[in-house]
T-cell receptor, first 117, second 111 residues
Framework: SQTIHQWPATLVQPVGSPLSLECTVE??????LYWYRQAAGRGLQLLFY??????ISSEVPQNLSASRPQDRQFILSSKKLLLSDSGFYLC????????????????FGAGTRLSVL | SQKIEQNSEALNIQEGKTATLTCNYT??????LQWYRQDPGRGPVFLLL?????KEKRKERLKVTFDTTLKQSLFHITASQPADSATYLC??????????FGAGTRLFVKA
């Protein structure tokens, strides 16, 4: 079966410090990978998605970046965090477009609560 | 751009009753509409998917309807239980790689 691991669960970082959140998927090959941010009481905001190694699409311009160094590894980074980067970050995967019946259903990790102080 | 509206007010119901949550969308009708459950501090969990040519879909105590004329989906939980208390998110498959999520409706089921 497929599993998704996301860590850390919580993180408190000072303004201006770097960030690295990691997400890995097991049990499937060539998944689509996603990073979302969720503000309190708000919907999920898609930040980045990737359909293959080294392929990153950015949805929202900001001081965050994403990388996919391996097929099932997705990393969210920042060189200098802002107060506005605080939030709940979620990694997700879906079956690749070649999967019949995939329907882009999203399978989420447990999330990372980031507080920038 | 596509927008999704879910009732931002929490829904409070008594155990055993049917909970009905609403999802309205604007612009084009998606090929698929999804519903997820999210517990506090956790990632959303997929529940049901309904296609545009399906009027209704059921899974145990859950029922979803999809009205492309009204641009609306209804999500029903019958015989609700306190364990059903959570936030329920509606999501639209854009037909590409992206899924657009609503802000969710919080459901409280009182014993």
């Amino acid at each position: 079966s497929q599993t998704i691991h996301q860590w850390p669960a919580t993180l408190v970082q000072p303004v201006g410090s770097p960030l690295s959140l990691e997400c890995t998927v097991e049990g499937t090959s060539n998944p689509n990978l996603y990073w979302y941010r969720q503000a309190a009481g708000r919907g999920l905001q898609l930040l980045f998605y990737s359909v293959g190694i080294g392929q990153i699409s950015s949805e929202v311009p900001q001081n965050l970046s994403a990388s996919r160094p391996q097929d099932r590894q997705f990393i969210l980074s920042s060189k200098k965090l802002l107060l506005s980067d605080s939030g709940f970050y979620l990694c997700a995967w879906s079956y690749s477009g070649s999967m019949v019946g995939a329907k882009n259903i999203q399978y989420f990790g447990a999330g990372t609560r980031l507080s920038v102080l | 751009s596509q927008k999704i509206e879910q009732n931002s007010e929490a829904l409070n119901i008594q155990e055993g009753k049917t909970a009905t949550l609403t999802c309205n969308y604007t612009n084009y009708s998606p090929a698929y509409l999804q519903w997820y459950r999210q517990d506090p501090g956790r990632g959303p969990v997929f529940l049901l998917l309904i296609r545009e040519n399906e009027k209704e879909k059921r899974k145990e105590r859950l029922k979803v309807t999809f009205d492309t004329t009204l641009k609306q989906s209804l999500f029903h939980i019958t015989a609700s239980q306190p364990a059903d208390s959570a936030t329920y998110l509606c999501a639209l498959d854009t037909g590409g790689f992206k899924t657009i999520f609503g802000a969710g409706t919080r459901l409280f089921v009182k014993a």
